[in-house]
């Protein structure tokens, strides 16, 4: 099982996995051996569980991993960001399309949602205009004028 949160670095030039600081960090379990989907074309793959390997299937360096990241987005015209910023990036949609935040505190890996909350928190006052909006919808404005108006004509035609 590959966690998403598993980081690679150096020490003394040997590549480093770090496991996610919580239980709660979000592993994914693929289906496809890389492996035997090219058909043993690559007969130098180790299957690590990595969901990004290098090319043989070995940790990538986070480094190499960055730049091949800023290669792609120069590529395809869009700004520099750090990889980093796709993870918060993709919560605040989350939480922008109405995903409940504890969902999106466990899909974060977040130990506690008040830290899911306090980091994302710019995003809930446009979720507390959506709430109002919503409300206003669910509520039917009543025209006071011509309820007063048809109010006024029964009693007229009750003391005629």
């Known amino acids: 099982m590959a966690c998403l949160a598993n980081i690679s670095f150096y020490i003394h030039?040997?590549?480093?996995?770090?496991?996610?600081?919580?239980?709660?960090?979000?592993?994914l379990n693929p289906n496809i051996n890389v492996g035997s989907v090219l058909g043993g074309q690559i007969k130098k793959w180790q299957e690590n569980g990595l969901i990004f390997p290098t090319t043989i299937g070995t940790p990538m360096a986070a480094r190499n991993m960055y730049e091949d990241f800023r290669k792609i987005l120069r590529r395809i015209g869009l700004p520099a960001?750090?990889?980093?910023d796709l993870r918060h990036t993709a919560a605040t949609l989350m939480l922008q399309q109405g995903v409940h935040p504890k969902i999106v505190q466990e899909r974060l890996?977040?130990?506690?949602?008040?830290?899911?909350l306090n980091i994302y928190s710019?995003?809930?006052p446009s979720m507390q205009e959506e709430a109002v909006e919503k409300l206003d919808e669910l509520l039917i404005p009543i025209e006071v004028r011509n309820e007063i108006k048809q109010v006024s004509e029964v009693k007229a035609s009750l003391s005629a």
Do not use: E, W, Y
Not at 13 to 27: A, E, F
Not at 81 to 84: A, T
């Open 122 to 124: 710019h995003v809930l």
């Open 13 to 27: 030039g040997r590549v480093i996995l770090k496991l996610p600081n919580t239980d709660q960090s979000p592993c």
């Open 109 to 116: 890996g977040h130990a506690d949602i008040n830290m899911t």
């Open 81 to 84: 960001v750090r990889f980093r």
